[in-house]
Nanobody, 129 residues
Framework: EVHVVESGGGSVQAGGSLTLSCVFS????????MGWFRQTSSGMKREGVA????????TYEDSVRGRFIISQDSAKNTLHLVMNNLKPEDTALYYC??????????????????????WGQGTQVTVSS
């Protein structure tokens, strides 16, 4: 059974950095379509932040491109999201998610959280101005 557990959230000032990690267990992470999503408040749809497919291709949501980096450590079965130059509007609950395959063009997947089967519990990121 696949499990996903995020960590690394916290509170930082604008301009600061955080690195989120996602430990993937029950299977081999490199086989999956992995993504980071965020939700700004309960009831709001989760929006895609970054996607990494099994070939190593990536895509980013426009507002984070150039500031966030998604990467994978296959040896540790872990996904990372390095977040630089954080802004107050990045404040959200961040989720790691996995799908059996990237069934759509990567950029489309940013708006399709329903394509992802496995989710963690989320880790909170708060950026103050």
């Amino acid at each position: 059974e696949v499990h996903v557990v995020e960590s690394g959230g916290g509170s930082v000032q604008a301009g600061g950095s955080l690195t989120l990690s996602c430990v993937f267990s029950g299977s081999t992470i490199s086989r999956y379509c992995m993504g980071w999503f965020r939700q700004t408040s309960s009831g709001m749809k989760r929006e895609g932040v970054a996607i990494l497919d099994s070939d190593g291709d990536t895509t980013y949501e426009d507002s984070v491109r150039g500031r966030f980096i998604i990467s994978q450590d296959s040896a540790k079965n872990t996904l990372h999201l390095v977040m630089n130059n954080l802004k107050p509007e990045d404040t959200a609950l961040y989720y790691c998610a996995a799908a059996d395959e990237c069934a759509r063009p990567l950029f489309w997947l940013l708006a399709k959280p329903e394509d992802y089967t496995y989710w963690g519990q989320g880790t909170q990121v708060t950026v103050s101005s």
